[in-house]
């Protein structure tokens, strides 16, 4: 529509067409100098840095013990993995395979799947299989369930220090930190990312059929373009 190709100043009302922007750059106002709109790229860099963090967070949530139990001077600890195998030893099967899906597999999906569409569009270009990866997104989303995996785990200590010293470890505060990240990183539009890659795919289809009618000009006039 015309109307999404036109933005008014909030300072002095001139009405302009809305120039494509490139990284980190902001539109102007050239009468009042007011900021008219920041580059999507600028939109997505602090989702795609809480991204990379939620990453980095997650990977020391799986990798590190989240207890050390200490009952008469017996200590033992355990980390998420370790919960599922003692699930899965204890026939408990269907609880250890949604335990496995909940606070790993999906949100380790969304996390690689957010960034790989956020790292691609930023950089300029849609990257292969977008739309089937954004589906994938939204599938696994509601699936994602770190903070009641976290509830439990705050229950369970409060219940277990009348039995023994519970000494809270490292992967504790990392899921305490995913939780809040992901608080942050699902506030996120996705819509936000297939508008940008519909703007990307508009600019580049112009920029093709630019480079055709070039080439046709170059030809009917009789000069051969150059090759390479
Ligand atoms: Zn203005």
Redesign the pocket.
């Known amino acids: 529509m015309e109307q999404d190709r036109l933005i008014a ?1 909030h ?2 009302d ?1 009405l302009f067409q809305k120039p494509r922007l490139g990284r980190r750059r902001l539109a102007r ?1 050239p ?2 100098k ?1 900021v008219l709109y920041g580059s999507t790229s600028g939109r997505l860099d602090p989702i795609c840095a809480m991204t990379i963090a939620a990453l980095i967070t997650f990977l020391i949530a799986q990798g590190f013990p989240i207890l050390e139990l200490n009952t008469n001077g017996i200590t033992s600890q355990t980390s998420l993995f370790g919960a599922l195998q003692v699930l899965w030893s204890e026939d408990m099967q269907v609880v250890a395979v949604m335990v496995f899906c909940s606070t790993m597999l999906f949100p380790l999906i969304e996390l690689v799947a957010l960034l790989y569409v956020l790292l691609s569009v930023r950089a300029g270009f849609v990257p292969p299989a977008f739309h089937q990866v954004m589906r994938a997104i939204q599938f696994v989303r509601p699936w994602g369930m770190i903070e009641v995996f976290m509830l439990g785990v705050l229950v369970t200590i409060v219940k277990m220090t009348s039995l023994a010293r519970v000494i809270p470890e490292a992967a504790l505060f990392a899921f305490g930190a995913l939780t809040l990240m992901f608080a942050v990183v699902v506030t996120f539009e996705p819509r936000t990312l297939w508008d940008v890659a519909d703007t990307l795919t508009k600019h580049k289809t112009r920029q093709a059929r630019r480079r055709t009618q070039r080439v046709a000009q170059q030809r009917a006039s009789g000069t051969a373009p150059r090759q390479g």
Do not use: G, S
Request: neutral net charge; proline residues 0%; hydrophobic residues 25%.
């Open positions: 100043c300072d002095c001139a106002c009468r009042c007011a």
